[in-house]
């Protein structure tokens, strides 16, 4: 019965739903590895990235959540909030990168 509820939904609503539910995951996942694993740079400019790529990370999820409750009433079009969250996951892991990179 759940299976033909859901294919009542277009197929662009279906979609932007069940990618919305895998970003979910990837921010969860994302900010459990932080918080279980993660080790403060010495201060400086290392230190900075790293703040600065946490609290990107962090804020991930409200973009995510935001974007999961308004957009889909827009439709696939028209996602301007989660698209955020997306950025912020990429360009926080970016930073947390580059906070890692050790001249050698």
Do not use: C
């Not at 703040?51 to 990370?57: D, E, M, Q, T, Y």
């Not at 909030?81 to 990168?97: D, M, N, Q, R, S």
């Amino acid at each position: 019965m759940e299976y033909v509820q859901n294919r009542l939904l277009p197929d662009g609503m279906r979609m932007l739903y069940r990618s919305r539910h895998i970003y979910f995951l990837l921010a969860g996942i994302l900010n459990l590895s932080l918080g279980l694993y993660m080790a403060p740079r010495p201060g400086g400019w290392r230190r900075t990235l790293q703040i600065v790529g946490s609290i990107l990370i962090l804020l991930s999820p409200v973009f995510l959540l935001v974007g999961f409750f308004l957009e889909p009433g827009w439709g696939p079009e028209k996602t301007s909030i989660a698209p955020l969250g997306i950025f912020a996951i990429g360009i926080g892991t970016l930073l947390h990168l580059l906070s890692g990179w050790r001249r050698r």
